[in-house]
T-cell receptor, first 113, second 117 residues
Framework: DAKTTQPNSMESNEEEPVHLPCNHS???????IHWYRQLPSQGPEYVIHGLTSNVNNRMASLAIAEDRKSSTLILHRATLRDAAVYYCILRPIGSSNTGKLIFGQGTTLQVKP | DAGVIQSPRHEVTEMGQEVTLRCKPISGHNSLFWYRQTMMRGLELLIYFNNNVPIDDSGMPEDRFSAKMPNASFSTLKIQPSEPRDSAVYFC???????????????FGPGTRLTVL
């Protein structure tokens, strides 16, 4: 499985945008980029995913580099509730997709009031 | 939908005892995953099922661990005998079949916090 690299921790101020980077230089052409987050004392939850184009949903935006070797999860206005560990995960599409999620260490986001 | 349901939420047991963790996936989901989370090793996939059949159990630490899925709405993870190093939070997750759905978003339960004394 292709590997992802994320900073161990980041800080943000409440109501400011947050850009969480992820490097995946060995990404395959058939890998989706997924983001999950884990709030304190909870199970992980899905945030967003993409393949090549930038994606937006109600939770966040995902910006994918043109060469797909990196991506950035964007929280447009951080709230205290966004303090969590954010995981960037690669998953293959098609018949190679077993559904497995391989979690790295993720980025711990602290949001200051 | 109630989401993925796990029981018990907390379990404290003594070394050598048998422990059974339970999971009810979201109705209609046909893939089920068991994960373990510790401070040292992070989140690890233990085993997953597709249509009630175990597909990959390479993450199961040793023979003391076993998992079953007798039907589409129930799965168990059993540890026998338990050891202090098994102390962790165990998560169950479910999703639609990877071959059928594009995103395969996984929905996680609240976890079972296991403490083995």
């Amino acid at each position: 499985d292709a590997k992802t690299t994320q900073p161990n921790s980041m800080e943000s101020n409440e109501e400011e945008p947050v850009h969480l980077p992820c490097n995946h230089s060995t990404i395959s052409g058939t890998d989706y980029i997924h983001w999950y987050r884990q709030l304190p004392s909870q199970g992980p939850e899905y945030v967003i995913h993409g393949l090549t184009s930038n994606v937006n949903n109600r939770m966040a935006s995902l910006a994918i580099a043109e060469d797909r070797k990196s991506s950035t999860l964007i929280l447009h206005r951080a709230t205290l509730r966004d303090a969590a560990v954010y995981y960037c995960i690669l998953r293959p599409i098609g018949s190679s997709n077993t559904g497995k999620l391989i979690f790295g260490q993720g980025t711990t986001l602290q949001v200051k009031p | 939908d109630a989401g993925v349901i796990q029981s018990p939420r907390h379990e404290v047991t003594e070394m050598g005892q048998e422990v059974t963790l339970r999971c009810k996936p979201i109705s209609g989901h046909n893939s089920l995953f068991w994960y373990r989370q510790t401070m040292m090793r992070g989140l690890e996939l233990l085993i997953y099922f597709n249509n009630n059949v175990p597909i990959d159990d390479s993450g199961m630490p040793e023979d003391r661990f076993s998992a079953k899925m007798p039907n589409a709405s129930f799965s168990t993870l059993k540890i026998q005998p338990s050891e202090p190093r098994d102390s962790a939070v165990y998560f169950c997750a479910s999703s639609l079949s990877p071959q059928l759905a594009g995103s395969n978003e996984q929905f996680f339960g609240p976890g079972t916090r296991l403490t083995v004394l």
